[in-house]
């Protein structure tokens, strides 16, 4: 997403997609990138909120062009150089299979680094209970966690765009920071 600074010349927003599956620790690691480098974050879920009509009921979507378009449309108002952005390359609809996000979505974002989080299936069932009170089961994120890891890989091996993978609750930061102060 271009903008332009101050002299009229056109610069590059820095987005940093923090990929991942509902409760991998996308938030939590976008709060303490945030404490460490004093970049904004936002929630996808959010900027679609914030840009449509559309109400959360569930995990479950019952249409994504819609929704993707209201992301787009509310990152585009942004104004931060550089920026976490929280978000999916897949999502469940309501019969619960995975819908991979078109690449559309993401090249509109003009990415400059993904960092996709994981979490083990059990902890991620674990914590999608106690946060949310949603039943998944083990297997089905297991699968949408692994859709979602190779959607994101095949999207930056396509578009050259780094990705840093980072498992929640046991990686450190710091290979992400030094991404991230690198662009």
């Known amino acids: ?4 600074d101050d002299v009229g010349k056109e610069t590059m927003k820095k987005v940093v997609f923090v990929s991942g599956v509902h409760g991998s620790g ?6 303490a990138l945030n404490n460490l480098l004093g970049i904004n974050s936002y929630s996808a879920s959010s900027l679609i909120k914030s840009n449509s009509d559309y109400i959360e009921d569930s995990k479950f979507i019952d249409s994504a062009d819609k ?8 990152l585009s108002k942004l104004t931060d150089d550089k920026l976490l952005l929280d978000g999916h390359f897949c999502l469940l609809n309501k019969s619960k299979e ?4 078109d690449y559309s979505v993401f090249d509109a974002m003009e990415l400059s680094l993904v960092v996709y989080v994981e979490c083990e299936p059990v902890e ?6 106690t946060r ?9 994120l297991r ?4 859709t979602e890891y190779e959607h994101a890989h095949s999207f930056c091996l396509d578009r050259n765009i780094p990705l840093v993978k980072f498992h929640s609750g046991i990686d450190e930061t710091s290979n992400i920071v030094d991404e991230i102060e690198n662009l």
């Open 132 to 140: 949310d009170g949603a039943d998944f089961s083990v297997d089905l």
């Open 26 to 31: 996308k938030g939590t690691l976008c709060h």
């Open 1 to 4: 997403m271009a903008r332009t």
């Open 67 to 74: 929704n993707q378009a209201a992301l787009i449309l509310g």
């Open 98 to 101: 995975i819908v991979k996000l």
């Open 143 to 146: 699968s949408f966690q692994n």
């Open 124 to 129: 991620l069932s674990r914590r999608l209970m």
